[in-house]
């Protein structure tokens, strides 16, 4: 798919020796470009063939031969925004490397706020042991539904992991077909009656127009005291509703690695609120995150140069 020599790759990532051999063993004679060499000849930007793992926004619609971009990243929604990369003929594939660690920290903020583990620590930096203000808002998630709207790998994973905590499990996609992690498949429209009877609610919802507001006033309301965790997008819940939602106690805590707005602005209500576990939306980070990127990017670059479809490609019509 490259032409006689091999294809010609733009890297924006700074890699050593050793990781740009391995590309070049999967494919034979690429030739190399980095952002630098692209500010010495400008020209040479309609010759990029494959792009790892971005490609910056003002070259998109220069950059007439690119056929391939593989990002190191998973949620595409941030890229697609720039109208010359949604409409540019190229390929997109992401990469599906944070299932395990994302699903800990969700079910680790999860089980915060429940444990009111949260409150703990603040209890213990205050140098003084006292029960009966922790206890207070301790609730048990055994024998209780866990609803998961967005059931790709993550999802999936951390439906499995509520079935370990003795959840019945219900999950939420665009089909309703059933799937194995879950007890009972809904599609969207019946999101409501089923947050009203959950009693933990996770969203990983992609960043698209579709999923935008998922979790408004009514949904919100249909809660009934459950608890909330958001490790999708930060627009997938209305924030304003949320912040009153805690307040008056219709969702009875939440745990957001995402936000809307993000980053989440100094002096913002959720901040202050005692029922709120805030992460810098870091769920995907972990120890060789960027090795298995790069991992994903080879073998994807073996099967370019064969010839062979590639994984993990975006629905760019859909946004994942």
Partial sequence: MGNDSGPVILLTAALDEEQRARLLDAAPGARILSEQDLAAHPDLVGRIEVAYPRLPSALWARAAGLRWLQTSFAGVDGLLANPEARRHPAVLTNVHIHVNCLAEHLWGMALMLVR??????????????????????????????????????????????????????????????????????????????????????????????????????????????????????????????????????????????????????????????????????????????????????????RRWVRGEPLQNVVDKSKGY
């Fill in 116 to 301: 009111n583990l949260h409150g703990s620590v603040r209890v213990q930096q205050s140098g003084h042991w006292d029960t009966q203000a922790v206890t207070g808002g301790v609730g048990t998630l055994a024998g209780g539904t866990l609803c998961v709207a967005g059931l790709g790998a993550i999802g999936a994973q951390c439906a499995a992991m509520g079935r370990l905590m003795g959840m019945r499990v219900i999950g939420i996609n665009r089909s309703g077909k059933p799937h194995p992690s879950v007890d009972q498949m809904v599609t969207p429209d019946k999101r409501r009656e089923v947050f009203a009877v959950s009693s933990l609610v996770m969203l990983l919802l992609p960043g698209t127009e579709e999923t935008r507001g998922f979790a408004g006033k009514a949904e919100l309301e249909a809660l009934h005291g459950a608890w909330l965790v958001n490790g999708g997008r930060g627009t997938a819940v209305d924030t304003n509703e949320l912040v009153r939602a805690l307040e008056d106690g219709r969702v009875r805590g939440a745990g957001l690695d995402v936000t809307d707005p993000e980053p989440l602005p100094d002096g913002h209500p959720l901040w202050a609120l005692p029922n709120v576990v805030i992460s810098p939306h870091y769920g995907g980070v972990h120890p060789g995150y960027e090795e298995e990127a790069l991992e994903v990017f080879r073998g994807n670059l």
